[in-house]
């Protein structure tokens, strides 16, 4: 198995980038009877814009594995993060990539960039009855259930809020 590097990304990595969490999304049941959200995670320029958006990439390869956006509270993609708070949306790990650490390698880096700037926690919402298996990673990184931090974007999607204290680490 070749090593991961994650990045910022560049405008030529953009294409991969929405295909991948277009692709990441319907595996996972995510875009059925949605209104027009494919095309907002396709829309990576955008994002690119007003937030940070990271890429795992397969060191041998150059092939983009997955990819995340990283942004601060008031920003336009921002969503339940408040003052002092990072927050990370549309995490995607390429289908055919799955089980390679992509995943984990982006949430490391979200985390390591919200120490960077001095933040306090790491917030994000996840969409429940989503794959055991993000729940499992968030876990495992040290992401705890916050209810007060639930929503819904629409009256059929429940939205779970998470959150990782960084003052309480080393």
Not at 124 to 132: E, F, H, L, T, Y
Request: aromatic share 4%.
């Amino acid at each position: 198995m070749s090593g991961l590097l994650v990045r910022r990304a560049e405008p030529a990595d953009h294409p991969a980038v929405a295909r991948l969490t277009v692709a990441a999304y319907e595996a996972d049941g995510q875009l059925k009877g949605e209104n027009g959200y494919g095309v907002v995670l396709a829309d990576v320029a955008t994002r690119a814009e007003t937030g940070e958006v990271l890429i795992a990439v397969d060191e041998a390869t150059g092939e983009v594995l997955g990819s995340v956006t990283f942004v601060l509270p008031g920003s336009p993609y921002a969503e339940l993060s408040g003052p002092g708070e990072a927050e990370f949306r549309m995490l995607a790990v390429d289908p055919a990539a799955q089980g390679r650490g992509a995943g984990a390698a982006l949430v490391r880096a979200c985390v390591a960039r919200a120490t960077e700037l001095g933040c306090t926690a790491v917030v994000i919402c996840v969409r429940s009855g989503m794959a055991a298996v993000a729940h499992r990673l968030y876990e495992r990184l040290g992401f705890v259930r916050v209810p007060e931090k639930d929503w819904r974007p629409l009256p059929d999607v429940q939205l779970l809020g998470l959150r990782l204290d960084l003052t309480a680490r080393d």
